[in-house]
Nanobody, 121 residues
Framework: QVQVVESGGGLVQPGGSLRLSCAAS????????MGWYRQAPGNQRELVAD???????RYVDTVKGRFTISRDNAKNTVYLQMNSLKSEDTAVYYC???????????????WGQGTQVTVSS
């Protein structure tokens, strides 16, 4: 059994900052890529940023220079520091972790339940 749990969402004014956290726990042998996705009402879920185990990162163009993704492998945790937030960043943010539960198992994607981020004055 694997659990992926996000935290850190909330209401923030434009120009403000939030830090999201996502922790994976349970029967984990290894974690590969971890990432953050978001989905606004009426839109498809999109990749915001992801990070490989050796800290290679990629970002969607709309958040480059404002958001920073990082991870702590010892804690099976990924973070998303969001600065200079805009109203268009409002969405439910989801965490995805690519996990193997044993040496012989395949890689599977595990998703969190999502955390709401609202940017509004």
């Amino acid at each position: 059994q694997v659990q992926v749990v996000e935290s850190g969402g909330g209401l923030v004014q434009p120009g403000g900052s939030l830090r999201l956290s996502c922790a994976a726990s349970g029967s984990i042998f290894s974690i590969n890529t971890m990432g953050w996705y978001r989905q606004a009402p009426g839109n498809q879920r999109e990749l915001v940023a992801d990070i490989t185990r050796d800290d290679t990162t990629r970002y969607v163009d709309t958040v480059k220079g404002r958001f920073t993704i990082s991870r702590d492998n010892a804690k099976n945790t990924v973070y998303l520091q969001m600065n200079s937030l805009k109203s268009e960043d409002t969405a439910v943010y989801y965490c995805r972790a690519e996990i193997r539960t044993s040496y012989s198992s395949r890689w599977n994607d595990y998703w969190g339940q999502g955390t709401q981020v609202t940017v509004s004055s």
